[in-house]
């Protein structure tokens, strides 16, 4: 298959996107009504400065109403498998019960593999090796739904993912930070280009979740951020 690398594309979006987000915020604070706000704003600094307050303030059914697809492909099984335990996303999968394979099934090699040719070499051979197992369990009869048992993690998937802007931006702050697994990380990043590309003032949100709460709470922190016990001391201290 192509480059190794996750083929992300946006394929559906709300139009005025801003503008929902914010008729929303500022119909919690309002007397007059829901669509009247909509139709009388246009002040894209007024709206976003608002929108910041109460996504900051933990008012989060406001960024719900916002409905994103993405169309993805070239990723493995793997990665897959960490996007689906994200439980307020929706997901339709590639089968491997109803598409058999029919020559080399595509895998992704991780870099580390990719970079060392005597292992990728290894990685690319034990791939063929289970390819021809795979057709020889189909062409005797196999049904497709049980010879993939044999198929790796490196198998490459394509799925449909649609979430609300709640979840991307959960997502983004777990899956951009350096202790997620490369594959998911670049898979994400992709996701929040390409909305980004669409939606700039996304940008400040779709950031890995210690720009956002300004420590890492992670066990094991890459040293960007302050870590959260680091935090604890100085506040007794004080
Ligand atoms: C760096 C990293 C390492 C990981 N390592 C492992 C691992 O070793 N093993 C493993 O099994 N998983 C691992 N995971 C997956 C992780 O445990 C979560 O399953 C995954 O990140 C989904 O996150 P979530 O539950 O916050 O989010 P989502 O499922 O996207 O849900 C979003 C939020 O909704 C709320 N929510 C959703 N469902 C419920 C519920 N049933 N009850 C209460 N609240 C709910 C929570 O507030 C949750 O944060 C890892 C994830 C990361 C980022």
């Not at 119909?27 to 246009?42: E, F, L, R």
């Not at 005597?118 to 390819?131: A, R, T, V």
């Not at 890995?208 to 094991?220: A, F, L, N, S």
């Amino acid at each position: 298959m192509s480059d190794n690398k996750p083929v992300v594309n946006l394929i559906s979006k709300p139009e005025n996107m801003l503008k929902t987000v914010y008729t929303a915020c500022r119909t919690c604070y309002s007397a007059d009504y829901p669509i009247n706000i909509y139709n009388s704003t246009d002040d894209k600094e007024k709206m976003l400065k608002l929108i910041e307050r109460v996504i900051s303030s933990g008012h989060y059914s406001t960024i719900e109403h916002i409905q994103v697809s993405f169309a993805i492909s070239n990723v493995s099984r793997a990665c897959t498998h960490q996007l689906v335990r994200h439980r307020h996303m929706s997901f339709s999968q590639k089968s491997q019960r109803y598409v058999k394979e029919k020559g080399q099934f595509d895998y992704i090699i991780p870099p580390t593999i990719e970079k060392n040719p005597e292992l990728k070499e290894k990685f690319e051979n034990f791939m063929g090796e289970i390819s021809k197992v795979y057709l020889e369990f189909t062409e005797a009869g196999i049904p497709a739904e049980d010879a993939r048992f044999v198929l790796p993690n490196a198998t490459s998937s394509s799925m449909v993912a649609s979430l609300n802007l709640r979840e991307l931006i959960h997502l983004a702050n777990l899956r951009l930070c350096t202790r997620a697994q490369y594959e998911i990380r670049m898979l994400v990043k992709g996701m929040c280009d390409e909305i980004i590309k669409e939606e700039p003032w996304l940008k400040p949100y779709l950031v890995p979740k210690c720009e956002r709460i300004g420590y890492c709470d992670e066990d094991k922190s890459c040293g960007r951020k302050i870590t959260k016990e680091e935090v604890f001391k100085e506040k007794v201290t004080v």
